[in-house]
Structures are given as structure tokens and as C-alpha cells.
């Protein structure tokens, strides 16, 4: 089958089976009552077989056998409570994967269910494909073949990400996978020329747009890629055969021979028939070819199909050709295709647009956050956003689903300070992901890390480097030590380097600014919650902020309830502190930056209504 639907559990001993099948068969009846799998259970030493057609629910059954024999306690009501704790587990890591694909691929404010989805294709695979991978290269393709056509990258990347969405529910929903990933883009407000992109990369509807095509190509191309898919050897040596009888049957074809190509992907060759040159004229010769070669591409049209590739091409050649392109250049498709030219690609651009947001505080600073951010990377063309989120979660602290729902909105990477680790579930989240921060420069053995290196795909790589001051503030190790530690570990190539300086004074501040000035990109503080007016590039290049401000409720004493503010401060007695429940900002410093050099170009502090 295309389609793999069994998995396989390997079982410490053949006793372990008899446990499993349990007294009378109750055990297994339980398990496969909670999971919706089949167990087989035969001959194959040490092993069990589970089969069902969804991968997640394979998944789901997978994980929970495999606790149940580490765990040793097999009966019904453990069952049910090992799978209803894997699916829980399960749920969040489908959704950290699909926070993950986006991020790598650069694409931002999806809707979270399709982050949700874009997760579960990692347990999906078509042909042996995993299909996520697949749709990370059909972006990654998408974009750069877009970038070469001088067309909107972020675009073409989006729909390229999005063009097999409905293979997480093929399994639920009858239909074509194209036309149920269109209707979920739909549900879930992508635009009308992604919409159309997903619905026509397999042309259950035909291409209308540059777009449609583009993705065409590149899911082809994902698919054609040596290794990517693999055939059955049996399917494989019948094909030949049929090919060898259609070859002899043409008049003076005593032989004919199939050319296999590259490891791995048999559909990438060619096919030779031979015959006496006493039999065949040269003429007769040229034509038998091309009708063979018209009766080898309706029969036989390889593993990745590179007869339609080839089409597909073409067809995104012909707009190019329409808009003006010269008559010498009509002929010869864009550079990205010319695999043997010499004359690189047009280089891509290197500035960037990057969004460094103060710090996120309660529920009004996350829901200006998942509300606008979407919609302002696409009307301000940012490529990068870095925000603090340490007060995210009730106003202090952030917890895991918070962290959560802040990268699903389009964050790239979050921030913390002195309140990083006020709830208790970020310590595990915070060590597994990468795309959230502490401050480097807490005492050695804190969870999860300071600084990172990012390397997403089609964009340059870059370093946030976050770091808590010292003035009033508790009792942490040096900023500025730490800083050129950092520095000087980092890789040459990494010239773009971002700071997010948590701190309360402006001296210290503006001191770490000055010292960091030529070595690092921007220096932006944080934690004050009040956004300053002297934003400025240092003599050496380097932007600096003294505070960003906050995203959060702006009529507040810095995003608190003012009643409580007061009546502690005129009483000395404590108060409990809620976040204020009036409307909310958008605060941070908008930068242009150049990332060859990693040189700031302009610095704003910016403002926008949520």
C-alpha cells in the first residue's frame, strides 16, 4: 500500500504477549477499545502489530503499549488511563511540532488549528514521504523559484507549507486531500490565492494564477527529489518488463533497456531501444524514437512523475514571457532551473524589517497579540519578531499553554527575566524548546537557555541574546561579562545579533548599549513596562532602545489595576495585583536592519491599537 498502516512494538520477551492478550482477552479488547487500533498478535517473535488507518491513533497505541510494558501494571482501568495521559501528550507535542515547521520555514500568523494540523503530518506519510518534510521542501522551493520570478516569497512559502494540510484529515473526511486542505484554509481565513494554490496542486481544479503553478512545481519536484520516495521492488521489476514488451514492439526493435538513474529514485532515468541498423533508417529511426518516447510518458510516468514536472516549468515560464521578458530570454526558463549555468542566481536581498516587542503583560497583551500580529507582519513586511513575554501569563511569569499560544500567533522568540520560571509547567517547555529564553546570565544550572543561534530556511541566521541588569534588580552575574562571552562564541557567520536587556536602570541600560556598540545589531531594554523616546543607532552601528514599553492594557499603572497600585502605596499594606482590564497597546522598537553586515539601518520606537 502507499499508504503505510501498521506499526510495529518490539516486546522485551514472548511472556510479554500473554499480558497483553490478559485473562480471557480483556486486556487487549480494553486497548483496542480506548485506541481505535487493531493488535495482531501471531507468530512474529517478540513483537506486536498495530494497525489502523490513522497514523495518530497508531501513535496514541504506540505510546501507550510501549508505557505499559515499561510500567509492568497491564489491566482495563490502567489501560485507559496510560492512553487518555498519551493523548494529552501527544496533543501538545503535534502542537510544539507545528510551531516548530513554521517557524523554520518562516511563515507566520496561521491560524492555530492549521498549526495544530501541520504538527499531525509528521505522523503522516505518503509513498514513505513524511509528509510535513515534504511540505517544508515545497515552501522552502516554493520560495526560492518565487524569489527568481521577482513574486512575493512569503506567499508562495505560505501556500506552499499549507498545500497538503488536508492529508491530516483524509482520513475523517471523504474527498480529494487538495479540496479538504482548501476548505480548511477557508474555514480558517487564509486568503483567496492560497485557497486557490492548495486546491490545484494536484488540478482537481485547474491553476489560474502564477502561485498555483509555483506550488505545482514544487510538489512535484519535493516528490522527484532521489530518495524522497521509494516503490515496492516487485511493482518496480513488472514495470520494466512492460516497458521492455513495448519497446520490442515497434518495428526493428530487437532490445530495449531501461537506464534505472540515480539510488533510490528509479523513475529519474532513461530508456534505450536498440535495434540493426539493416532494419531501421536513420529517418525511420527519429520517428520510432519519438513515438516511443510519447508511448513511455502516457505509460510510464516515474516514481516523482518528471513529465509533469517539466509541464509544470513551463507553464511558469509563460508568464514571464508575457510580461515583457526579451525575445532572447523567452527561451530559456529562470536561473533557479538552469542547472548547468554558470552565471549564479540574482542575489536576494538582505535587508531585514524586525519587531522587538516589550514585555506581553496578561490576557490583554496576548489577545492584542494573537489579533494584530498576524495582520501587521503582513502590512509592515517584518521578517522577525522577538518579544518579551515574562508577564504574559496573569500579569507575572508565563506558563507553558501561554508560551504556546504567543508562538502560534507569529512570535519567533520569546524572552523572560526575573520572573521566567514563576510557573512551575515552563520549566520542562522552556528545556525543550528553543524558542524561548531566560536570562543568560542566571546562575549556572538554571533551566533551558540564554542565547541561541537561529538558522531558518531562506532567511539569515541570527542570534537573540537575553540578559537581566544588576541595579536594583536581584543579585545575578555580570551582564557585560556575560555579553562578551556570548560574543565570543558565537559563529563569524552569524552577523546578525540581538539583545533583549531586561533591566531597571537606564544607566545600566545605556552602558551595556555603548559597550556592545560595532558588535551586536541592537540593544533593546525591557521590564519598566514604559516605552522611552531615544531610540538611536550608536556610532558603530549598533540600534539601541532604553525600553520598549509593554503590550498590554495602556490605561493602568504599568498594565496593573490602578485601585490595588494605589491602595498599596497609601496604606504600605500588600495588595493582590490584577491586570487592568482596559484596552490594549501594541509597544516595541521597529528596526531595518542590514544582515550581511548586521548593521542597524533605522530604529523607531513603535506604537499600534491593538
Same mark, same amino acid.
Given at each position: 500500500?502507499?499508504?503505510?498502516?501498521?506499526?510495529?512494538?518490539?516486546?522485551?520477551?514472548?511472556?510479554?504477549?500473554?499480558?497483553?492478550?490478559?485473562?480471557?482477552?480483556?486486556?487487549?479488547?480494553?486497548?483496542?477499545?480506548?485506541?481505535?487500533?487493531?493488535?495482531?498478535?501471531?507468530?512474529?517473535?517478540?513483537?506486536? $502489530?498495530?494497525?489502523?488507518?490513522?497514523?495518530?491513533?497508531?501513535?496514541?497505541?504506540?505510546?501507550?503499549?510501549?508505557?505499559? $510494558?515499561?510500567?509492568?501494571?497491564?489491566?482495563?482501568?490502567?489501560?485507559?488511563? !496510560?492512553?487518555?495521559?498519551?493523548?494529552?501528550?501527544?496533543?501538545?507535542?503535534?502542537?510544539?511540532?507545528?510551531?516548530?515547521? +513554521?517557524?523554520?520555514?518562516?511563515?507566520?500568523?496561521?491560524?492555530?488549528? /492549521?498549526?495544530?494540523? /501541520?504538527?499531525?503530518?509528521?505522523?503522516?506519510?505518503?509513498?514513505?514521504?513524511?509528509?510535513?518534510?515534504?511540505?517544508?521542501?515545497?515552501?522552502?522551493?516554493?520560495?526560492?523559484?518565487?524569489?527568481?520570478? =521577482?513574486?512575493?516569497?512569503?506567499?508562495?512559502?505560505?501556500?506552499?507549507?499549507?498545500?497538503? %494540510?488536508?492529508?491530516?484529515?483524509?482520513?475523517?473526511?471523504?474527498?480529494?486531500?487538495?479540496?479538504?486542505?482548501?476548505?480548511?484554509?477557508?474555514?480558517?481565513?487564509?486568503?483567496?490565492? $492560497?485557497?486557490?494554490? %492548495?486546491?490545484?496542486?494536484?488540478?482537481?481544479?485547474?491553476?489560474?494564477?502564477?502561485?498555483?503553478?509555483?506550488?505545482?512545481?514544487?510538489?512535484?519536484?519535493?516528490?522527484?527529489?532521489?530518495?524522497?520516495?521509494? &516503490?515496492?521492488?516487485?511493482?518496480?521489476?513488472?514495470?520494466?518488463?512492460?516497458?521492455?514488451?513495448?519497446?520490442?514492439?515497434?518495428?526493428?526493435?530487437?532490445?530495449?533497456?531501461?537506464?534505472?538513474?540515480?539510488?533510490?529514485?528509479?523513475?529519474?532515468?532513461?530508456?534505450?531501444?536498440?535495434?540493426?541498423?539493416?532494419?531501421?533508417?536513420?529517418?525511420?529511426?527519429?520517428?520510432?524514437?519519438?513515438?516511443?518516447?510519447?508511448?513511455?510518458?502516457?505509460?510510464?510516468?516515474?516514481?516523482?512523475?518528471?513529465?509533469?514536472?517539466?509541464?509544470?516549468?513551463?507553464?511558469?515560464?509563460?508568464?514571464?514571457?508575457?510580461?515583457?521578458?526579451?525575445?532572447?530570454?523567452?527561451?530559456?526558463?529562470?536561473?533557479?532551473?538552469?542547472?548547468?549555468?554558470?552565471?549564479?542566481?540574482?542575489?536576494?536581498?538582505?535587508?531585514?524589517?524586525?519587531?522587538?516587542?516589550?514585555?506581553?503583560?496578561?490576557?490583554?497583551?496576548?489577545?492584542?497579540? +494573537?489579533?494584530?500580529?498576524?495582520?501587521?507582519?503582513?502590512?509592515?513586511?517584518?521578517?522577525?519578531?522577538?518579544?518579551?513575554? &515574562?508577564?504574559?501569563?496573569?500579569? %507575572?511569569?508565563?506558563?507553558?499553554?501561554?508560551?504556546?499560544?504567543?508562538?502560534?500567533?507569529?512570535?519567533?522568540?520569546?524572552?523572560?527575566?526575573?520572573?521566567?520560571?514563576?510557573?512551575?509547567? !515552563?520549566?520542562?517547555?522552556?528545556?525543550?524548546?528553543?524558542?524561548?529564553?531566560?536570562?543568560?546570565?542566571?546562575?549556572? =544550572?538554571?533551566?533551558?537557555?540564554?542565547?541561541?543561534?537561529?538558522?531558518?530556511?531562506?532567511?539569515?541566521?541570527?542570534?537573540?541574546?537575553? /540578559? /537581566?541588569?544588576?541595579?536594583?534588580?536581584?543579585?545575578?552575574?555580570?551582564?557585560?561579562?556575560?555579553?562578551?562571552? !556570548?560574543?565570543?562564541?558565537?559563529?563569524?557567520?552569524?552577523?546578525?545579533?540581538?539583545?533583549?536587556?531586561?533591566?531597571?536602570?537606564?544607566?545600566?541600560?545605556?552602558?551595556?548599549?555603548?559597550?556592545?556598540?560595532?558588535?551586536?545589531?541592537?540593544?533593546?531594554?525591557?521590564?519598566?513596562?514604559?516605552?522611552?523616546?531615544?531610540?538611536?543607532?550608536?556610532?558603530?552601528?549598533?540600534?539601541?532602545?532604553?525600553?520598549?514599553?509593554?503590550?498590554?492594557?495602556?490605561?493602568?499603572?504599568?498594565?496593573?489595576?490602578?485601585?490595588?497600585? !494605589?491602595?498599596?502605596?497609601?496604606?504600605?499594606?500588600?495588595?493582590?495585583?490584577?491586570?487592568?482590564?482596559?484596552?490594549? &497597546?501594541?509597544?516595541?522598537?521597529?528596526?531595518?536592519?542590514?544582515?550581511?553586515?548586521?548593521?542597524?539601518?533605522?530604529?523607531?520606537?513603535?506604537?499600534?491599537?491593538?
Amino acid at each position: 500500500m502507499a499508504e503505510q498502516t501498521v506499526t510495529a512494538v518490539a516486546l522485551p520477551s514472548e511472556e510479554m504477549k500473554g499480558r497483553i492478550i490478559g485473562r480471557e482477552g480483556r486486556n487487549i479488547r480494553a486497548i483496542e477499545a480506548a485506541t481505535g487500533v487493531d493488535l495482531i498478535i501471531d507468530d512474529t517473535p517478540e513483537t506486536v $502489530i498495530l494497525s489502523a488507518f490513522s497514523p495518530l491513533k497508531r501513535q496514541i497505541a504506540k505510546m501507550a503499549l510501549e508505557r505499559l $510494558i515499561t510500567d509492568g501494571r497491564i489491566h482495563p482501568a490502567r489501560i485507559e488511563d !496510560i492512553v487518555k495521559k498519551c493523548e494529552q501528550e501527544l496533543d501538545v507535542k503535534i502542537r510544539e511540532i507545528g510551531e516548530q515547521a +513554521t517557524f523554520d520555514s518562516g511563515v507566520h500568523g496561521i491560524h492555530p488549528e /492549521l498549526v495544530r494540523l /501541520l504538527g499531525q503530518l509528521q505522523y503522516r506519510t505518503s509513498y514513505s514521504q513524511n509528509v510535513l518534510q515534504h511540505s517544508l521542501e515545497v515552501a522552502a522551493l516554493a520560495g526560492m523559484m518565487s524569489a527568481e520570478l =521577482g513574486l512575493d516569497v512569503k506567499r508562495a512559502k505560505r501556500a506552499g507549507l499549507l498545500h497538503d %494540510i488536508g492529508k491530516a484529515v483524509d482520513h475523517e473526511i471523504e474527498g480529494p486531500h487538495a479540496l479538504i486542505g482548501a476548505d480548511l484554509a477557508k474555514k480558517y481565513g487564509e486568503p483567496a490565492d $492560497i485557497i486557490h494554490a %492548495i486546491q490545484a496542486h494536484h488540478e482537481d481544479v485547474p491553476p489560474k494564477t502564477v502561485l498555483a503553478t509555483l506550488v505545482q512545481a514544487a510538489d512535484s519536484l519535493s516528490g522527484a527529489r532521489p530518495g524522497a520516495r521509494k &516503490e515496492l521492488l516487485e511493482s518496480y521489476v513488472k514495470r520494466l518488463e512492460e516497458l521492455e514488451n513495448l519497446a520490442t514492439g515497434f518495428e526493428g526493435v530487437s532490445q530495449g533497456l531501461r537506464h534505472p538513474g540515480r539510488p533510490g529514485n528509479p523513475g529519474h532515468g532513461r530508456f534505450r531501444a536498440r535495434g540493426r541498423r539493416q532494419d531501421v533508417s536513420a529517418v525511420q529511426g527519429h520517428f520510432q524514437a519519438h513515438r516511443g518516447k510519447s508511448h513511455v510518458s502516457r505509460s510510464d510516468p516515474g516514481d516523482g512523475h518528471p513529465r509533469e514536472t517539466g509541464r509544470r516549468l513551463r507553464q511558469i515560464t509563460a508568464p514571464c514571457i508575457r510580461q515583457g521578458h526579451r525575445r532572447g530570454d523567452a527561451a530559456r526558463p529562470p536561473a533557479v532551473f538552469r542547472r548547468h549555468s554558470r552565471q549564479p542566481a540574482a542575489p536576494i536581498g538582505t535587508s531585514m524589517r524586525i519587531l522587538m516587542l516589550g514585555d506581553i503583560v496578561g490576557r490583554p497583551g496576548r489577545q492584542a497579540v +494573537t489579533n494584530r500580529l498576524p495582520q501587521i507582519r503582513r502590512d509592515q513586511g517584518i521578517d522577525l519578531v522577538v518579544a518579551n513575554g &515574562e508577564n504574559a501569563s496573569g500579569g %507575572i511569569g508565563l506558563a507553558a499553554r501561554e508560551a504556546r499560544q504567543l508562538l502560534a500567533a507569529g512570535v519567533d522568540v520569546l524572552t523572560g527575566g526575573n520572573h521566567s520560571f514563576r510557573h512551575a509547567d !515552563i520549566v520542562p517547555f522552556i528545556t525543550a524548546s528553543d524558542r524561548l529564553l531566560r536570562p543568560a546570565n542566571l546562575p549556572p =544550572g538554571a533551566p533551558g537557555q540564554g542565547w541561541h543561534v537561529y538558522r531558518p530556511a531562506g532567511c539569515p541566521p541570527f542570534a537573540v541574546i537575553n /540578559l /537581566l541588569g544588576r541595579m536594583f534588580m536581584e543579585a545575578v552575574d555580570c551582564p557585560f561579562r556575560t555579553a562578551e562571552a !556570548i560574543l565570543e562564541r558565537l559563529p563569524e557567520d552569524v552577523a546578525l545579533r540581538l539583545v533583549d536587556f531586561h533591566a531597571e536602570a537606564t544607566s545600566e541600560k545605556k552602558a551595556l548599549a555603548y559597550f556592545l556598540d560595532g558588535r551586536v545589531t541592537a540593544v533593546c531594554g525591557t521590564h519598566t513596562h514604559v516605552q522611552t523616546n531615544d531610540a538611536q543607532i550608536l556610532p558603530r552601528g549598533t540600534a539601541t532602545l532604553t525600553d520598549c514599553g509593554m503590550t498590554g492594557p495602556v490605561a493602568s499603572a504599568i498594565g496593573m489595576d490602578p485601585e490595588n497600585v !494605589i491602595a498599596r502605596f497609601r496604606t504600605a499594606v500588600p495588595h493582590r495585583f490584577t491586570v487592568a482590564r482596559t484596552p490594549a &497597546e501594541l509597544q516595541g522598537a521597529l528596526l531595518d536592519v542590514d544582515a550581511a553586515t548586521g548593521k542597524a539601518v533605522q530604529i523607531a520606537a513603535w506604537r499600534s491599537a491593538a
